[in-house]
């Protein structure tokens, strides 16, 4: 069992729809990252969070700390929005080493 | 700054041969990670440097792998005696580790596709 579920695994929305992805976590963290892999490798780090809420143009990430869940909001998708999402925590410690969920891949139809 | 730079980006080699991979983290960037994703998964943690020192490895990492990072700026990746599980992507992280507690920004590199065949 992952450390950290990220749901749905797959996702295909049309244009326009408001868009959902959560991550559950299994102890308690130092920080939450929501991470966007495009096809070919690349990360893309979009959000850092400890608590609350964090807003970036058409991103909203949010988080619960004491539900241990986290949700990305993504509002007017649009079909460049079509990536990989990826949820990784930072237990803290020395390192600070991020562990991964396994990604929702996300297609955004025209 | 050009951000995180790995390279060769792909790399195919024959079962056997030994390959290594470079990454040049942001310049001012204390911390540096290796990771391997493989293909549907996330990706995996491999090994820590903060400045030249590497701090942690994971036990993914056989002894047909060697990290360095020697003078505490960029950082090699070396995998003897490849394997065909060996193949994956191998990604590099950086970050400025300003308190050893707390969260950072993690900037990833491209990543270094490896294919043993």
């Known amino acids: 069992k992952n450390e950290v579920e990220q749901s749905p695994q797959n996702l295909t929305a049309q244009e326009g729809e408001f868009i959902t992805i959560n991550c559950s976590y299994s102890?308690?963290?130092?920080?939450l990252h929501w991470l966007q892999q495009h096809p070919g490798g690349g990360i893309v780090s979009l959000f850092m969070l400890s608590s609350g809420k964090k807003k970036h143009g058409r991103l909203i990430a949010t988080i619960n700390i004491q539900e241990k869940h986290s949700s990305l909001h993504i509002t007017a998708s649009h079909p460049r929005d079509s990536a990989v999402y990826i949820c990784a925590v930072n237990y803290g410690g020395a390192t600070n080493k991020l562990i991964f969920g396994t990604g929702t891949l996300l297609a955004v139809q025209p | 700054d050009t951000g995180v730079s790995q390279n060769p980006r792909h790399k195919i080699t024959k079962r056997g041969q030994n390959v290594t991979f470079r990454c040049d983290p942001i310049s001012e960037h204390n911390r540096l990670y290796w990771y391997r994703q493989t293909l549907g998964q996330g990706p995996e943690f491999l090994t820590y440097f903060q400045n030249e020192a590497q701090l942690e490895k994971s036990r993914l990492l056989s002894d047909r792998f060697s990290a360095e990072r020697p003078k505490g700026s960029f950082s090699t990746l070396e995998i003897q005696r490849t394997e065909q599980g060996d193949s994956a992507m191998y990604l590099c992280a950086s970050s400025l580790g300003d308190s050893l507690y707390s969260g950072n920004t993690i900037y990833f590199g491209e990543g270094s596709w490896l294919t043993v065949v």
């Open positions: 102890v308690g963290i130092s920080a």
